[in-house]
């Protein structure tokens, strides 16, 4: 059994849909896959649709009876969501868990425990963790052979990497197994020239300690966590659905590596393996290997930094500008709409929508430079639909994700002009 906690100090980078779209991607790979909620937010059963009312019991009680007389079993609690996949719910309860167990012995090893009951049941874990480093984290760190740092590709995010990387080796310090810790790239939105710049240089720092696969930044994952679907169900043709098949996909390619490197230090009494003696050599060894690794990650995280920070602030604002105007599809600035595509080869571009009562004439783009196009107009609050007419072709806008099926079996883009 692979069990793998996905950690990042900051909120909304992403744990939470990686944690739900892995689980359901590997349980789509034929593995029998356990997703256990962390986070008092009970975000994965928002996600996953279950009702909140009817949670009577969480992974909180099952955690917390492990230390009293009669343990709840973790099959007690659990809810199936397809096909090989089950999860362990959080309540707001979990928020209790440090204060309650106050004083209890090994109270940092309750959910290394709990799993090690279900070890032939499963063949992943996957541990969503609270945007903390508490109990919580370090109990689904004490029980991992695998992290997965979720770091969004933008440059802001990166001021934060080193950081939370330092605290995970800090973290990691104290236990005593073998974690392979591994950068994830999320939210990545290949339009954006800085998004592409950062790609590369995680990808240059990192080599060997990220995985290939990246999750892009793709609408339909927010929409499907906002109907309780994994993205498998919800759009299995979405960029997204790939993106999380091809990263389970380069999970299960490593089981080998990391079953060998977890039986060269099982300590664990339900894995009885090579004498003592070399264990704890190995153990050592593997520990400091770690540490290195997360400590050179975190140093090549603040080179990066320092990298971007050295080229002058004229040049993080030319970035900015250039983020900026790298910008394709449509983008409500104040009361204005502006629309940015790219034809290269089109002589005219128009738009047709709801807006101009789909009559094209009414609303022709301007060209720019290098093939692309551009309009700005005033739209009132709302909801709109249009279409691309590009040289007499009507399309849907190829750099906006949230499109509609309309009654031509075709799709129409939509945009939600909010109120200032
Ligand atoms: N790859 C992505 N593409 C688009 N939206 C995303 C992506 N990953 C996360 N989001 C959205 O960003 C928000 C924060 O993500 P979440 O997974 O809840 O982060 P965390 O668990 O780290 O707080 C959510 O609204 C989620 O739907
Ligand atoms: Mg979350």
Redesign the pocket.
Known sequence: MRTIAVI?Q?????????SINLASALADEGKKTLLIDMDPQG?CAVGLAVPDEQIEQGIYDVLLSSRRGEPIKLTEVLWEISDNFELAPASIDLAAFEQQTNGMTDRENCLKDVLAAVARDFDYVIV?CP?AVNLLTFNALRASTDVIV?VETGYFSLHGLSRQLDTLSILCKQCSQHINVMVLA??YDIRTKMGREILAELRKNFAGRMFWTV?????K??EA?SLGQPICEYDPASR?HKDFQGLAQELIATDTLVEQKKIAVAVDKHEPVIQASIQAKERKEIIEELDNNLESISSSAQELLAGLKGETKTRVKKDINDKLNDFYGARQLGNSIKFVTLYPRAQKVQIAGDFNNWKPQQTIMQPGKDGKWELAMELAPGKYRYRMVVDGQWQQDPYNENIELNPFGEYNSILEVKQI
């Open positions: 990042n900051k909120g909304g980078c992403g744990k939470t849909t990686v975000h969503d945007p979720p999320s939210m999750v892009n930044f793709n609408t994952l927010k966590a997204g």
